[in-house]
């Protein structure tokens, strides 16, 4: 089984129940030979505070995907192109991006996650994002959608949920005539499942590229 890239839950809201353990979640891509399949991975770290040896991590519980493509420019870290410059960016298309954000509403439980994917096998970056369900007990994907309005690049992202039900995903954004900036979308509650219904938004407009040849870009947001 592929453990690279896995994500800790983080807490949002009210606390979990008594005894919950702490959620763990990755991806695998099924051309990486570990699946037939497109899926999302969740573990469970059960922790003995008295006997720690006791302590357990047990999973995966298997959830199947949307089919993705993660394969971005053949995993190099030069791939998102920019305004300005021939130097390209880092797209980190391997792995979960920062958070998988865990929220209690009482009713149910819910973590919301996201990644980078290539939206159309050009190596046009998009978000690939996620609500999970019943971590607990039976996790199911309660909604899943891909984020590229244009031809444009958005990747990097990083997804959260209100006590509302309400999500928010902020992201990178750049292109051949776009310098590196940062937008979000979103959507209510009550929205049809599996869409970003908000209109994109600029929260900082880009004005300079990246020139480094190492192409780092981020890390991680938040």
């Given amino acids: 089984i592929n453990l690279g890239g896995m994500l800790p839950a983080d807490l949002d809201g ?29 573990w469970r770290f059960d922790v003995d505070w008295t006997n720690p ?84 007990s039976s996790p199911f994907i309660h909604q899943q959608g891909t984020f590229a309005p244009d031809a444009d690049h958005r990747w990097m992202a990083s997804a959260a949920m209100d006590g509302a039900g309400n999500i928010a995903l902020g992201y990178s954004v750049s292109g051949p005539s776009t310098y590196p900036s940062v937008r979000y979308t979103g959507r209510l509650a009550g929205d049809p499942l599996g869409a970003m219904t908000m209109a994109e938004t600029e929260i900082a407009t880009g004005t300079g590229a990246q020139t480094h040849p190492s192409g780092r870009w981020g890390d991680y947001s938040m």
């Fill in 53 to 136: 040896s006791a302590s357990t991590f047990t999973g995966p519980d298997l959830m199947t995907t949307a089919p993705f493509d993660s394969d971005m420019c053949d995993l190099s870290r030069t791939c998102i192109p920019q305004a300005g410059t021939p130097v390209r960016v880092d797209a980190m298309a391997d792995r979960l991006m920062y958070r998988l954000q865990y929220r209690n509403f009482g009713t149910h439980e819910s973590l919301v996650v996201n990644h980078t994917v290539d939206v159309d096998g050009t190596d046009h970056g998009g978000v690939r994002w996620y609500e999970v369900r019943s971590p607990g």
């Fill in 14 to 42: 009210p606390a979990p129940p008594d005894g919950s353990p702490a959620y763990f979640v990755q991806m695998d891509d099924d051309a990486w030979g570990y699946s037939s399949e497109d899926r999302l991975q969740l």
